[in-house]
């Protein structure tokens, strides 16, 4: 593929020094015009992967012909701003829409000529149903972190906004990790696919150093302050708002600079807490998996599984938050004696000592 120079410039600008697998591959799928399955773990340059083929692609002329979903306000916010970079010297408009916040400025872009649309499919649904988004013209549909979009409480919105593209719309699927009873739905709407996979089960990124803490609940706070005194840059996962809101509080009394995030929080909140410890105000943030889905931290050192995520996709994408690309990390997982079950099931699949 010969790249469109301007593209060339911008990732240059982005220290991209050559493509890393899911984009080598992905790439020349999508430039085909193939529709696409592609599974990668997190910090392996998903994004790049579809951003670069579509900016390529677009026609200069045409308002929106791109669509791209993402399950949270965090990811679409980040995906936005690395189309903007990848297409930093081309004429294309990028819309970031989500919930949360005025639907305003939005609008306004979307009337202006907006080409491309990233957003949560709440946000985007209503912004078609209130005439502003027009999809009759969507020529690629991208369902970023896939997994999410389809199931639980995204897949409604999420498939009725794939009816609402044009048939022949490109459409791109990007996860981790494709549930068994999702493979039929993923068949339904991609009809005739290319798979693309970069990672095989039991293989962990060779930069993250993973170490497992066996500790009972009431030894736990006095374990995790031993790690947190160390005074790197850490992400704290817990369960449930609750305990995130219980050990935030905690930490705080121990003297601990935090930030807390949890799915209670609005979205100017959530900013606030997250460019705080991204600029170093704080070196702790206390989170639930709210926060693993694509949130990048750069130079994040370490995560805590200060308690064990529901299942191995969850755990795949707190680890990701730490050692993406070619940067390294460590990872601490907290296991106690009432988490072995579902300790086992996740070592097993992750092949974790």
């Known amino acids: 593929m010969e790249l469109d120079p301007r593209i060339g410039r911008a990732i240059k600008k982005m220290s991209f020094e050559k493509l890393l697998p899911v984009q080598e591959q992905s790439i020349p799928l999508i430039m085909q015009g193939k529709n696409l399955l592609a599974q990668s773990k997190t910090g392996t340059g998903k994004t790049a992967a579809f951003a670069i083929p579509i900016l ?27 189309f903007r970079k990848i297409g930093a010297e081309m004429p294309f408009r990028v819309v970031v829409a989500y919930g949360g916040t005025p639907d305003d400025r939005q609008k306004e872009l979307l009337e202006k000529g907006a080409n491309i649309m990233v957003g949560t499919p709440d946000r985007v649904l209503d912004l078609v149903s209130s005439g502003h ?75 993250l150093k993973h170490d497992v803490l066996k500790v009972e609940e009431d030894k736990k706070f006095s374990e995790l302050k031993k790690l947190l005194n160390e005074r790197k840059k850490t992400l704290v996962f817990c369960k449930t708002k609750e305990s995130t809101s219980e050990l935030n509080e905690r930490l705080g009394k121990s003297g601990f600079k935090t930030r ?35 949130l990048h931290i750069p130079e994040l050192d370490l995560v805590i599984n200060y308690e064990l995520p529901q299942n191995y996709d969850y755990y795949l994408h707190r680890i990701g938050r730490t050692a993406r690309l070619s940067a390294s990390g460590r990872v601490v997982t907290f296991v106690s004696k009432a988490d072995a079950q579902r300790w086992k099931e996740i070592k097993n699949k992750t092949g974790i000592a």
């Open 260 to 294: 807390m995030i949890h799915g209670d929080f609005d979205q100017t909140r959530r900013n606030s807490a997250i460019s705080s410890f991204k600029a170093g105000h704080a070196n702790i943030l206390v989170a639930t998996d709210v926060a693993a889905r694509g």
């Open 56 to 82: 390529q692609k677009l026609d200069e002329k045409q308002k929106l012909q791109a669509l791209v979903l993402e399950p949270t306000r965090e990811l679409a916010i980040q995906v936005g701003n690395e």
């Open 133 to 207: 988004a027009k999809l009759d013209k969507i020529a690629f549909l991208v369902l970023d972190e896939a997994d999410l979009l389809l199931d639980y409480a995204l897949a409604l919105k999420t498939r009725k906004l794939l009816k609402s593209v044009p048939e022949k719309a490109q459409k791109l699927f990007f996860c981790v990790h494709l549930p068994g009873n999702l493979e039929e739905d993923v068949k339904k709407y991609l009809g005739d696919f290319e798979k693309v996979k970069t990672f095989s089960f039991g293989k962990l990124s060779e930069n």
